[in-house]
């Protein structure tokens, strides 16, 4: 059977939260998954951390997680300096993730959220293979962490490493 989850947002209009009161929340709505945002997690200690880990696994949920990485990561950025900057970015919430027993990376984690590429371009393929270019940059830290790198493309396909 299928498991069936919901994000933290659905609740808050803020990009953080409690998310040790979301999972007692969701857990207690009958979802099997609570799909978080990992950037507050980046400046989290790692006692907090594991109390959110731990409310999640008392209460039997699964935690994923979901992102829409800001302008200056974008991995499929013009500016070199930008795109490493967003391969530095994705390296540290993979290790987040890890350290969470997390297995499912998803969102805008290829480029920026809202995405934008350059006022008037019509062949978005360079900046698709830009994206690409940089997920592989990290994509083998998803593989050794078992970590699923979902993305969906500029071009509309579905893809997960």
Known sequence: MNKVGI?????????QGDYVHYVDKVAGLGFDILEIQPD???SMRKNKLDEIKRAADDRGLELT????????????SEDASVRRAGI????????????????????????AWPSTPSEGIVDKRPYLDRSIKSIKQVIHIAEDYGITYAWKSSTGSSNSC
């Open 7 to 15: 994000y933290f947002a659905y609740w808050t209009n803020s990009w």
């Open 65 to 76: 997680y979901c992102i829409g990485f800001p302008r200056d990561k974008d991995m499929a």
């Open 40 to 42: 507050l997690l980046l």
């Open 88 to 111: 530095r970015y994705a390296r540290k919430i993979l290790d987040v993730i890890h350290y969470m027993d997390g297995k499912v990376f998803g969102g805008i984690n290829y480029s």
